[in-house]
């Protein structure tokens, strides 16, 4: 099929998913998450975009960006292709990217936030841990004000919530369990997955 045509816009807000297409995982063992992160680290600087919310699962990542003065698509090919040369120094293959970019209207402070709980989400859901604080490979400590990872932009998501991180987990956290979290979580997945516009 054909896939549209994607423009870029200056200052515009994106929420990256990207999966390994085969049945192999992304994520083997704890070097492997910090490779990763290391080299977002490196790749936020190098094509100038900050770094709203992110999290690494096994089988696949979820990044929200604002980006500045460079297409993400093109940091997004240095992202994976870097961190699959991580693989083929331990002479492991298999992996191979499928990406999926979705883009969130300027002024829609609504999808942001909400797309940025759903990815939170990710390791409760998926039954890696039973608490968002216990997951270590996401944004979300930084942003709950536990941790600072280096790699967050905090401010472009707490200025929303006054600047106060509790009131940021609590949007978090009690969303959990509830039919508006489940709501949350279909609505979010068709988004990233570009078949509707809005929430």
Not at 147 to 159: R, Y
């Amino acid at each position: 099929m054909h896939r549209r045509r994607r423009y870029w816009v200056q200052g515009g807000i994106d929420c990256l998913y990207d999966a390994e297409n085969v049945a192999i995982d992304l994520f083997r063992r704890a070097r492997d998450y910090e490779v990763f992160l290391c080299l977002l680290s490196i790749c936020k600087v190098y094509f100038d975009f900050r770094i709203i919310a992110y999290c690494l699962m096994p089988n696949c990542y979820h990044l929200i960006v604002e980006k500045e003065h460079k297409p993400i698509n093109k940091a997004v090919k240095w992202l994976n292709n870097t961190y699959l040369c991580h693989f083929r120094k331990k002479k492991e293959s298999g992996i191979a990217f499928e990406t999926c970019i979705y883009e969130i209207p300027r002024y829609d402070d609504n999808l942001m936030l909400c797309a940025s709980r759903y990815i939170h989400m990710r390791p409760v859901l998926g039954g890696l841990v039973r608490r968002t604080i216990d997951y270590k490979y996401s944004s979300y400590n930084t942003l709950s004000g536990s941790i600072d990872d280096g790699i967050t932009d905090t401010s472009i998501i707490l200025d929303r919530f006054f600047g106060n991180s509790d009131y940021y987990a609590d949007f978090v956290n009690d969303a959990c369990g509830t039919v508006e979290m489940e709501n949350m979580v279909f609505k979010t997945n068709c988004i990233i997955r570009g078949k509707i516009n809005s929430l």
